[in-house]
Structures are given as C-alpha cells and as structure tokens.
C-alpha cells in the first residue's frame, strides 16, 4: 500500500517528549549488546517464558523485556523512546492508528527479503488473507496473534434467565436476548458487536478515494447502541466513559455489572484467575451474531511484532521474530494469543488460554464449538489512509451519540465529513 502519512505530522505530536527522551539517554552511548525487546503483554503472562526459551536455544543472545501498557499513555511512551532513540530492537503494535504511525513514520524496518527468504513464513506473503502490514509493498510489520471474536455468556446468569445459549443467531437476536437478560442489578451487554465490521468486512471505512460512512449499517450501528442504552439492555455509555471500562470491562463483567460481553481471546486470562479475579460462575461461548446476511468476524490478526530500524542488532532481532512467531508462541497462549501460524494443537489451546482447570471456569465444549472448530472471516485491514483522524472523528461522533447529546444521523455524517477531509488530506501528502 502507498505511504500514507506523513512522518512530519507524526513527528509534530510527540517531538518534544522525544527530545527529552534523547536528553537523558544519548543514543549511542546507551546501546548494548542486550535485545531489547517491548511489549504491551505482562512479562508473567507469555513473554518472559518465550524469552526464557530463546536464550536456552540461542545462548548467545541475552534479551531484556520492558513491558509498556497498551493504552495511550504506554504507546505514548513507546513512541517517543523510539524517537528520541532509547534502546529498542524488537517492539509489539497492537492498535491500528499505532501501526498506521509507526510504519508510516520511518520507525518499521523492512522485513520483506527475510520473510521471502523463509519457506516457514510464507503465509505472510499472502495478500488475500493479509497477516502483515504493507508499505508501498513492503512488510513492515507481521502480525503474532490471531484473535477471533465472540460472545461471552454468564452461565448462571443465563441459566436463570431460562436462555438459551446460541450457536447462530442475528444482530435483531442479540438485542432481544440482551433485553432478557437485563435485570434491575445487571445490565443484558456491555455494548454492541460492531454491526458494519460483520456486514462489510475488510477495509469498511473506505469506499475508493472517500470513506465508506454513508453505507446505511454505520447509522443503523449508532442507532440500535442508542436505543440499547435508552432501553437499558446495553451499560450506559456515560459510565463507560467515566469509569474507563473501555479498558477494563473485565472487572463490570466478574462483578455481574453486565451480562453480555463482545470480546478475543486475551480477555481470558482474567477468567480462570479466580484468586486475582473471584467469581462464582462460569462463562460459555457463542458466535458473533450475524448482520443482514454478513457473517464477517470482529478479530483479525493482530499483535504486530516490529523492529527498529535504527537497531545495530538486527540480525538478532530477526532470530527473535522468527522465534516468537513458530517453535515459541506456545508460552503466549497465557495471554490469550493464538499465534498466528497455527503451530499449536486444540488441547494446548484450552490448557493454555482457559487454564489449568478449564472445565472449572467455562463451558469447553462451546469453546471447541466456537473458537476452535469454527473458521470465521477474520478481517485484517489493508487501508489506513487518514486512520488515526478518522478514528478520534468516530469515537468522539459515537459518544456525542450513545449520550444522548446527537441524533445518530448528524453523528455519522459528521464522521463522513471528517473521513473524507482527513483521506484526501493524506493522500495528497503521500
């Protein structure tokens, strides 16, 4: 794909933190022979397992990993240590305004000699299923995780709803389902699946050289988690907002706050973790719901390992890419990842992403129904001109709309007009 941003605009939002950065570390003198390697993943849920495991395999290699919080703080800090030139050879992306950046910003090296070199990579040569990030053709970025979307239930909440767990099931099913569910100390969902995600697939905020938010799914999105709100069946969007559960919906979910919760595998770990987490109940699994016919999953492959450019280790960093993503994903299940080459069996999947004692805490036979014998249209985006403008415009347009404060029409052509300002703002650029 073209470059599509502007490393000037990039540079703009996090230049003077870098220079502060590169005040208390020269980026010469600060260099050492150890791989440095940063991750959004807690060293205890994978990582640090998987570094253990390449240092045993290559002794000669030590590795440090510095886990970074993937919020907009931790990125933050990760993109201004990049830039004011820390030491850093290996690092994880997980977002994709994030991905759009740091590749777009001179900050991803090219990997594409090595992977062609590699027969045992070559799935990420694939561009119809993508599992890299392209730049003007060439692979910046290669994703680690395949993350699938579902649909989490409480079963003792169900069970006493009289619910019947779903195995196909609609958009219009899910909101009747949620309106069951819903009590006067529970919430039926947390919030909705996203609808024109399912129905559209890949690349669905474009629409050739403009934004695709005039397809009729983007306000029918904004209007049904308005309704949902209004009715009570979805949490009320102002708590959302103001308890940050965007990025801890884990603890209203334990606490039974919500029923109904949209979500990928790395939401897992905190439901067999019963001394961390305690709850009573355990969680079964059904299918994202489908969409006037659409049937595209939530997930995609994710995760994205990089490498800095500017890393005089490089072929280390390779050796430890390559690691990561064949003979070491097993540690990663721990978190919830499903490694993106499938080179792991169904039965180390339940032991690693639902524990030592899966059957104590889930419904496994939903999950083999689901997540492993189900092979859902994984949407992988290919197109991110303008993402990052384009992303800020819908949020702040979703939550003008699920607070009530705007119609979801207005909204979602507020969003149009702002996509196709920050499209061709970026294309002309590029």
């Known amino acids: 794909m073209r470059n599509e941003l502007s490393r000037r605009g990039f540079l703009a939002g996090v230049g003077a933190v870098a220079a502060a950065a590169a005040g208390c570390?020269?980026?010469?003198?600060?260099?050492?022979?150890?791989?440095?390697?940063?991750?959004?993943?807690?060293?205890?849920?994978?990582?640090?397992?998987?570094?253990?495991?390449?240092?045993?395999?290559?002794?000669?290699?030590?590795v440090n990993y510095t886990r970074f919080v993937n919020d907009d703080r931790g990125n933050l800090k990760l993109d201004t240590a990049l830039q004011g030139g820390i030491d850093i050879d290996v690092y994880f992306t997980y977002a994709q305004e994030n991905l759009a950046l740091r590749a777009g910003s001179g900050l991803a090296a090219d990997l594409t000699d090595r992977v062609r070199a590699d027969p045992e990579l070559k799935v990420f040569l694939d561009t119809d299923q993508p599992r890299a990030f392209l730049d003007n053709g060439r692979i910046k970025a290669l994703a680690t995780a395949r993350e699938p979307y579902f649909v989490l239930f409480n079963e003792k909440l169900r069970e006493q709803a009289g619910v019947e767990l779903p195995q196909a099931w609609t958009i219009e099913d899910y909101r009747a389902t949620a309106k069951k569910l819903t009590t006067a100390q529970t919430y039926g969902c947390y919030t909705i699946p996203d609808v024109p995600r399912i129905k559209l697939g890949p690349n669905y905020w474009y629409d050739g050289d403009r934004s695709n938010f005039g397809d009729p799914h983007f306000e029918q999105a904004f209007a049904l988690g308005r309704e949902m709100i209004e009715e009570g069946s979805a949490f009320p969007w102002r708590e959302v907002l103001a308890r940050h559960l965007a990025a801890y919906q884990q603890n209203s979910f334990l606490q039974q706050e919500f029923h109904l919760?949209?979500?990928?595998?790395?939401?897992l770990r905190y439901l067999y973790d019963a001394k961390k987490y305690p709850h009573d109940f355990k969680v079964a699994f059904?299918?994202?719901?489908?969409?006037?016919?659409?049937?595209?999953?939530?997930?995609?492959?994710n995760n994205f390992v990089m490498v800095n450019p500017?890393?005089?280790?490089?072929?280390?960093?390779?050796?430890?890419?390559?690691?990561?993503?064949?003979?070491?994903s097993g540690p990663m299940l721990a978190g919830g990842k499903l490694p993106t080459l499938g080179n792991v069996t169904d039965d180390q999947v339940i032991t690693g992403v639902l524990g030592k004692e899966p059957d104590k805490y889930f419904d496994v036979d939903s999950f083999r129904r689901v997540v492993l014998g189900a092979e859902p249209k994984l949407a992988t985006d290919t197109?991110?001109?303008?993402?990052?403008?384009?992303?800020?415009?819908?949020?702040?347009?979703?939550?003008?709309?699920?607070?009530?404060?705007?119609?979801?029409g207005p909204a979602i052509r507020d969003v149009r007009r702002l996509a196709d300002a920050a499209i061709a703002r970026t294309e002309r650029r590029s």
């Open 383 to 408: 197109r991110l001109a303008g993402f990052p403008e384009i992303n800020l415009a819908f949020g702040q347009q979703r939550d003008l709309c699920w607070l009530g404060e705007k119609d979801p």
């Open 25 to 62: 570390s020269s980026s010469s003198s600060s260099k050492s022979s150890v791989l440095q390697v940063w991750g959004g993943v807690p060293a205890a849920s994978g990582p640090q397992k998987v570094v253990d495991a390449f240092q045993a395999k290559f002794p000669q290699y030590k």
């Open 261 to 267: 919760w949209s979500t990928a595998p790395f939401n």
């Open 286 to 301: 059904a299918p994202p719901p489908t969409v006037d016919g659409g049937d595209w999953n939530g997930g995609s492959y």
């Open 310 to 328: 500017k890393s005089p280790k490089a072929d280390a960093a390779w050796e430890f890419v390559k690691f990561w993503l064949t003979e070491g």
